[in-house]
């Protein structure tokens, strides 16, 4: 007779961890099931901190994404401080049990680093400015946080609800795509043990049995798919780089002055703006006066970024090291995260391309609106002869 008990826990309740030992104690299965991939559980177990190939993400432009996660995280360091616990305590607590009575350990989420992409992607670029915003305001707030709320939900999940309204589709994509992963990894573990114990988050447990009433067979390749594709945020900064680029070379033909003066409005605008986004993230003066400089020629070619430009500059300036990414991720004040090379590096990045994008739509509304050439009129004039 084979046997799944789902035990729904909070990551930051001592309570939960408790009630994992309690069960897997009276069950005594076979397996016992984790909502962790290999590289949390290597994090979580191991204490193993995987380097993070800085200058690789500031090219592929995952600044924001890494963000993300390292705020995410240092807000779920947060509560689990306020409550005395360690973040992932009944996970933990489910390992060492499990290995006390002899039951295999199975870990079932999908890789994190693959949900984050593929959530972000899903994100459009406004939507991806909204969640960090919340992430902050949750940060600072000062609202007392209730446990009970939390209990029925992991930290991920909380704020993913609180999101719903902002964009539905990508937190429905999030959470149905994680309960269906480890649904089918539960399915494919009852073929080999008779009982099993898992031990997953509050929020995930309903829908993971739900999926395993209604699943027959899902491909989990599908799943694990993050798109390497062009996104809709390059495709239009790519259409908005050649109308900008055009107008330039059609006003420099018909009218070299008006040229002149609309190039330098665009460097200034583009180059202000994106100096700000960085002097805003406490760059270096360099890194600044980079910013500023480049900003007019990365905004005609969207494979090139300012914030790239100003992060290669403060990596090259700050040298940040391996103790830099353990302090990173042991900090426990905004104030620590601010002050932490790398996280103030991947700030100045996303900052400066911020200002930089400011720049490129307003630059290109204002030489547009400003500077516009009558092109049928100006050809009228030079050829009237005919």
Not at 68 to 86: D, N
Request: charged share 25%.
């Amino acid at each position: 007779m084979k046997e799944l008990i789902i035990i729904g826990t909070a990551h930051v309740s001592k309570e939960s961890a408790e009630e994992v030992k309690r069960v897997i104690e009276e069950k005594r299965p076979d397996a016992v099931a984790v909502e962790l991939c290999p590289r949390r559980y290597r994090a979580l177990i191991e204490g193993y901190r995987e380097e993070i190939p800085l200058t690789d993400l500031i090219k592929k432009g995952e600044t924001f994404l890494l963000l993300f996660q390292i705020v995410l995280s240092h807000f779920q360091r947060k509560i689990a401080k306020e409550y005395g616990v360690r973040v992932g305590k009944e996970m933990i607590a489910a390992i060492e049990k499990a290995r006390e009575i002899g039951a295999d350990v199975l870990l079932i989420d999908r890789d994190i680093a693959i949900t984050f992409k593929r959530f972000w992607q899903s994100l459009s670029f406004i939507e991806k400015l909204k969640l960090l915003y919340h992430l902050l305001k949750d940060l600072f707030s000062k609202e007392e946080i209730d446990v009970k709320e939390i209990l029925r939900e992991d930290i991920l999940d909380r704020i993913v609800r609180e999101f719903r309204s902002i964009a539905p589709n990508a937190a429905k994509v999030l959470i149905d795509e994680r309960d269906k992963y480890m649904a089918m990894k539960l399915i494919e573990a009852m073929q080999r043990y008779d009982k099993i114990v898992a031990v997953v988050g509050a929020g995930h447990k309903r829908g993971i049995e739900r999926f395993l009433k209604e699943l027959s067979n899902v491909d989990l390749k599908s799943l694990e798919e993050v798109k390497s594709g062009i996104s809709i945020f390059r495709i239009l900064s790519i259409i908005i780089s050649v109308v900008i680029l055009s107008a330039f070379v059609i006003t420099a033909v018909l009218n070299f002055q008006a040229f002149i003066e609309a190039f330098i409005f665009w460097f200034l605008i583009n180059g202000i703006l994106a100096a700000i986004g960085a002097a805003i993230a406490r760059a270096h003066p360099i890194s600044i006066t980079l910013s500023f400089l480049s900003a007019w020629l990365t905004s005609l070619n969207p494979m090139i970024a300012a914030g790239w430009i100003a992060a290669l500059s403060e990596v090259w300036i700050r040298k940040p090291t391996i103790s830099d990414l353990a302090k990173l991720v042991e900090a426990e004040s905004f104030r620590e995260l601010f002050n932490n090379k790398i996280f103030r590096i991947l700030l100045v990045a996303a900052l400066t391309n911020i200002g930089s994008m400011i720049g490129t739509i307003y630059g290109g509304y204002y030489i547009l609106s400003h500077f516009g050439i009558d092109i049928a009129k100006e050809i009228s004039n030079r050829f009237k002869f005919f």
